[in-house]
């Protein structure tokens, strides 16, 4: 009976160790193949066309002029007269070229007509919002210690009720905060290169889930997921937004049908951003009372939020988040847009939510005068119990490493150098990350080969190297010992990258899949050693017997002795209660300092620590990596990208690199990442990391940017503009 | 991209000669903004004249009366060549300049003539679009805040020419005739266009921008400062100020003071000039220049706060080229 366990930490030869990862040559390289560099041979090339209007309806279509481009394939109307279109970039028109030269001009001949239709993107402003009718009540809910008494009024008892909390209140912070929508900004626009033969269709498909999209690709083409073969070795940033074959996913692959021949269909950096996905925005009044020691006793906030044409999007159950005092409301209200839709992006819904409610815990402090980490520490009264010591240990770590009790000063009462500002901020999030379905086929070849296959794929954090770790320490093995075969739909299926489930998946996968084909070989080895299958052990190249180490195979030997087939077994992981391998739950304590000149409004990051726990490590190197990824895109939301709308037409305006801004290396300052796993920890197997460590990041800088000016900032990114127009209402 | 003719003269001549055309044309330079915009189809010429194999223009030459730059001369070029080191504004301009891509393959007068960032022209809107009216009512908070009564409500992007018409540079225009050449101040190559299909500036078609020159330095002090969103200044200045200064006795005896991202051509704050001049530089004197720099800006809806960074670029030059704490990051 084969059990499913990590090695003790004193066992490990290569588990949680600081390894590369094994497709980093050939990424740096440029031997790796994104969608986008897939050219077979004839290849013709699409080029999409996006309604230039955020709001319409279409007259009238007409591709006749395009087609008679030179060089121009094929030419498809993606719209009738007659539809509306609810976001600018819609799909209109679809060219195909000879060239990509020959299908941009296509496109710019086609004549389209379209009947203005009334135009909402301001989805900071409620009250126009309202007046446009575009303002829905949403989802809320009223958590109060004490019960209405008998035949008292509900609704009159919540007021009166919320009413004497505030009132017994020793602070009351009224406050208004708000974070706005971002793009994905994915390097490698989305998109695929397809091909037909034989009946079947290959679908070189920028995808976070290659096992998912066969079956999207194959349905609209009146073919079974079988003969489809959706192939993504590398993907070049998905961040959520790359979940599906999408309909230029299919109309590629329909193109290449019709036409034939192979069809490349990548969006324009313009179309990605305005169609490919956003994450909603959130803005929200937040009243919340506290008693004299800081402790949050009562919550009152309503949001409001789009999710693009539909409204909707951010869940009212991040509000508040991780601190939850004894008695809260919160309402929400939906925006209807036209912008569009939005995607899960990295930590759906946490960031925001963080944003909202945890600068509002640290006004209370500013309003107390307290130092702001104590407040947060007292506030663990208000977070489960199961997390407390974890988040406790999690801040003492955190403020060591930023020095927080010598740096301290309380909120605007730091001494200033010149025009020039430093204050420090602090955040704490949480994250489920179990793993999700995964499978894993290992293959052991006589000649002592060894490679897996897992319809997985490599969001660019290290799956491979992941799946290659765990096996490489199953069976006693070098890292580059074991070949890994991710990134088709061919292979045994495995979930979606998202939520932070892979690496808990395939690790499960990957070792229950070891395990399994590690006791076969076993029987074989243990026959020819004359030992006991159980008493075997696989470590240092070798397989012995644990008591008597001489007696033992090399792992090539103990291969040949599979005879002439090579031994495959595949495997499904067990993720679960049960399982000792994997777990789901973390916390996270994150603490930024900056420095903000008071005259420009420049924020500059100092330092960010982020303490992270995660279960079992599986490798360091990337664990850490994946922290200061998740930091810079938090660096970024903070305090550099917005998606800005034209308000009166609802034009993306910045929907381009030059416009859309993002923090370069001389904007992060200095990261500092710390892995929290101690044994208990450990003791939990592998939980997905991918996304907590970016959703504190916009709470603990807003935080350090109020502290160190003493006015909050209310709005997320604290752009200059934003900055400086905050100290003029302020000062007005 | 429009399909079009690419031309690549050798001499300068005979790239005058193909700039005249009986369809549009374009000069390429290092091609930083020109491919873009033509990759949008902003900008659709039928002909492009590349001038990188004019090799006369890349050349750069420094004695003591004159710095003579080449229009072809890289951006890195410029930054490392010694003659530069004694104009301070131009270095630091240079130096501010974070992009090594731009520097690198970016000309100093590719620099000087590239299009506007305007987001509404690069989304297609044309540049002067509804008689300024589009910007005026949309988001503006990156838009002029003076001389922008007009449709123009852009700002120029160069982030040498501030420095450069600080330092008195003149340009060296060829063209409309092969032989043909005119050399004038640099401040005069910039306009502030009134109606659409005009330029930023009034060359001809045929015209282009040859040669950059500097006067001798004459022991005047000068100084860039550049206001950033990023630290690496990597991205476009959100305001910029450049100012030389000759002093006597103590005193501002002679001051040029431009602003750059400030209006739709470089700016000379004559207001600025005024209030500085006759004066010592102190914190204080250099904050009431700053404020008279402002005192005539008429910000937009959403771009208030370009007048406060506009005060501040101009009082952080003075004491920069005064040698003297200027407050903030640097």
Known sequence: MVEYVWPDRKDVSVLGGSHDKIDGPAKCTGTAKYSYDINPPKMAMARVLGCPHAHCKLKSIDTAAAEKIKGVVAVRALKNAGDEIKWQGDLIACVVGETDGAAVEGLAAIKAEYEPLDVFVDEEDLAAAEKAGRAKK????????????????????????????????????????????????????????????????????????????????????????????????????????????????????????????????????????????????????????????????????????????????????????????????????????????????????????????????????????????????????????????????????????????????PHGKGKANGSVVTGMGMAMHTWQGGGHPSSCRVKIHPDGGLECFLGSQDLGTGTRTVIATVLAETFGLPIDAVKVNIGSSKYPPSGPSGGSTTVGGVSESSRHAGLDALAQLNEKVAEKLGANADDLVAKGGRIFDKNDTNKGLAWKEACSLLGMNPLEVTSRGAPGRNSKLSSSGVGGVQMAEVAV??????????????????????????????????????????????????????????????????????????????????????????????????????????NAVCNALGVRVPVLPMTPKQVLDTLKARNA | MKAFEYASPRSEEEAVELLAHSGTSEVLAGGTDLMGLMKKMIITPDRVVSLSRVESLKAIQADSQ???????????????????????????????????????????????????????????????????????????????????AGPAKFVCPSRVAPALIA????????????????????????????????????????????????????????????????????????????????????????????????????????????????????????????????????????????????????????????????????
């Open chain 1, 138 to 409: 949403g989802a809320g809910k009223v958590q109060l210690e004490k019960e209405p008494g008998d035949g008292e009024d509900e609704a009159e008892f919540e007021e009166k009720e919320l009413a004497r909390l505030f009132k017994e209140a020793a602070a009351v912070v009224d406050g208004y905060y708000g974070i706005r929508a971002i793009t994905h900004m994915c390097l490698e626009t989305h998109g695929s290169t397809a091909e037909w033969k034989d009946g079947k269709v290959t679908s070189h498909l920028s995808t976070q889930n290659v096992s998912g999209t066969a079956g999207q690709i194959g349905g609209p083409l009146g073919l079974t997921a079988d003969d489809v073969t959706v192939h993504c070795d590398y993907i070049g940033g998905g961040f959520g937004s790359k979940f599906a074959a999408d309909s230029w996913g299919v109309l590629a692959a329909r193109l290449a049908k019709e036409l034939d021949r192979p069809v490349k269909l990548m969006l324009d950096r313009d179309l990605e951003l305005k169609i490919a996905g956003a994450r909603p925005s959130g803005f929200a009044n937040v009243k919340v009372g506290a008693n004299s020691e800081g402790v949050l006793t009562v919550w009152d906030s309503h949001h409001w939020t789009t999710g693009g044409p539909e409204g909707g999007a951010l869940s009212q159950d991040v509000m508040p988040y991780v601190i939850v005092p004894p008695n809260f409301r919160r309402k929400t209200t939906n925006v209807s847009t036209n912008t569009g839709p939005t995607r899960a992006w990295r930590a759906p819904n946490h960031p925001q939510g963080c944003a909202l409610s945890q600068t509002a815990v640290d006004d209370v402090a500013a309003k107390l005068g307290m130092d702001s980490l104590e407040v947060f520490r007292r506030n663990l009264i208000n977070v489960p119990e199961a997390r407390r010591k974890l988040y406790e240990e999690e801040m003492t770590i955190a403020a060591k490493l930023m020095d927080w009790q010598a740096k301290w000063h």
């Open chain 1, 597 to 702: 000149d008071r005259e420009t409004g420049e924020v500059r990051m100092k330092k960010f620590v982020a303490v992270q726990d995660m279960g079992l490590v599986v490798n360091r190197k990337t664990a850490e990596s994946q922290i200061l990824g998740a930091l810079i895109m938090g660096i970024a939301f903070s305090l550099f990208e917005e998606r800005i709308m034209d308000a009166k037409t609802g034009a993306f305006l910045n929907a381009e690199v030059a416009d859309y801004k993002l923090p370069r290396l001389g904007d992060i300052g200095e990261l500092v990442v710390e892995i929290y796993e101690p044994d208990e920890e450990r003791a939990r197997g592998v939980i997905g990391l991918g996304e907590p460590p970016v959703i504190g990041p916009g709470a603990a800088i807003s």
């Open chain 2, 66 to 148: 004159m710095f003579r730059i080449g229009a072809m001369a890289t951006l890195d070029d410029v930054l490392e060549h010694p003659a530069t080191r004694n104009y301070p504004a131009l270095l630091q301009a240079l130096q501010a300049h974070g992009s090594l891509q731009m520097r690198s393959q970016g000309t100093l007068g590719g620099e000087l003539c590239q299009r506007p960032r305007c987001w509404y022209f690069r989304n297609g809107n044309g540049l002067l679009t509804n008689r300024g009216r589009h910007v005026a009512e949309g988001d503006n908070r990156f838009h002029a805040i003076l001389d922008n």
């Open chain 2, 167 to 330: 330092l008195s540079a003149s340009v060296r225009v060829l063209g409309p005739e092969p032989g043909d050449e005119t050399e004038m101040p640099l401040e005069l190559l910039f306009r502030t266009p009134k109606h659409e299909g005009q330029r930023e500036h009034d060359l001809l078609a045929n015209q282009f921008v040859a040669q950059i020159v500097l006067p001798a330095v004459d022991g005047r002090l000068s100084a860039s400062y550049e206001v950033h969103h990023d630290a690496g200044g990597q991205d476009y200045p959100l305001l910029a100020a450049a100012a030389s200064l000759a002093m006597r006795g103590g005193v501002v005896a002679d001051a040029r003071i431009v602003l750059g991202q400030a209006a739709p051509t470089p700016w000379m704050s004559r207001e600025a000039i005024d209030a500085i001049v006759g004066r010592p530089i102190t914190p204080q004197t250099a904050e009431a220049a700053g404020e008279a720099a402002v005192s005539v800006a008429t910000p937009l809806s959403h771009n208030e706060y370009k007048v406060q960074l506009a005060k501040v670029a101009v009082k952080r030059a003075l004491l920069k080229a005064a040698g003297l704490e200027t407050g903030g990051f640097c």
